[in-house]
């Protein structure tokens, strides 16, 4: 009796834990940022690609962003579609009113499928793969002292001009609600904060806070900011100071 008493205990423990990884299954979904790349027979060298979405139920929106100098087909596409915990369908009109149909297999964090981009009688197809970007280990905190010695500078100029025009994307409920940076307006310490971990200190010229407002990787908000600006120049010398303290 014993013996078979804990038997019923056991398979009821592996009935729980297979009930729990299919919750889990369940409740995969694709919300989140990822960055990847467009291949295939006729693309001579992968194209970098981007893509932010954000699915409620099965109902998924968001961005996909292929390079902006890429003739006919660059630019960001605001696409809709549905997925399952397996696979994803999105489709979307980018800026040049090129139309993109995207279906793909979810394995983990890795989204892979075959996309198609059509525009009259032009049209680019290939394998379109992203991989999620990881969520940060810091939440920037350790680039206080920065923001503390430069607050002015970081309040007016930087988050007042730089900016600006990131605070109507990416925010709670905007377009760019689901990628890790979010800039607000009433909250500088927290922006600060968040822009810090976008600097690369080895190489500051090649931080994700100027390449993507500067459109020089694929960008769902495309060309944000001119590249002679004054916004740009200030931006860069934040990312500067935040790059010489070495804090990221």
């Known amino acids: 009796m014993r013996h078979a008493r804990r038997m019923v205990v056991a398979g009821a423990g592996i009935a729980m834990a297979a009930c729990l990884a299919l919750g889990r299954e369940a409740r995969a979904d694709v919300t989140g940022s990822f960055d990847g790349s467009l291949t295939g027979k006729k693309i001579a060298q992968p194209l970098a690609a981007s893509a932010v979405f954000s ?78 970007n990881p969520a940060f280990t810091s939440d920037g905190s350790s680039c206080d002292a920065v923001y503390t010695a430069n607050q002015t500078f970081f309040d007016d100029q930087v988050l007042g001009q730089a900016l600006s025009v990131c605070t109507t994307c990416h925010a709670p409920g905007l377009q760019a609600a689901a990628t890790r940076l979010h800039v607000l307006a009433n909250d500088p310490l927290s922006t600060a904060r968040a822009v810090s971990l976008f600097v690369d200190s080895a190489n500051p010229s090649t931080s994700r806070i100027l390449e993507k407002p500067l459109n020089l990787v694929p960008h769902g908000g495309g060309l944000q900011l001119d590249a002679a600006s004054a916004e740009a120049q200030t931006l860069e010398q934040w990312v500067n100071l935040v790059a010489q303290a070495q804090c990221n």
């Open 55 to 132: 699915q409620v139920d099965r109902g998924v929106s968001g961005t996909v962003a292929l390079p902006g100098d890429l003739a006919t087909f660059g630019g960001a596409y605001l696409v809709v579609g549905k997925a399952t915990p397996k696979r994803i369908k999105v489709s979307g009109t980018g800026p040049n009113g090129a139309r993109l149909v995207w279906k793909g297999k979810i394995v983990g964090d890795t989204l892979r499928g075959r996309a198609k981009v059509k525009l009259s009688k032009s049209k680019l197809i290939g394998t379109l793969a992203f991989t999620r």
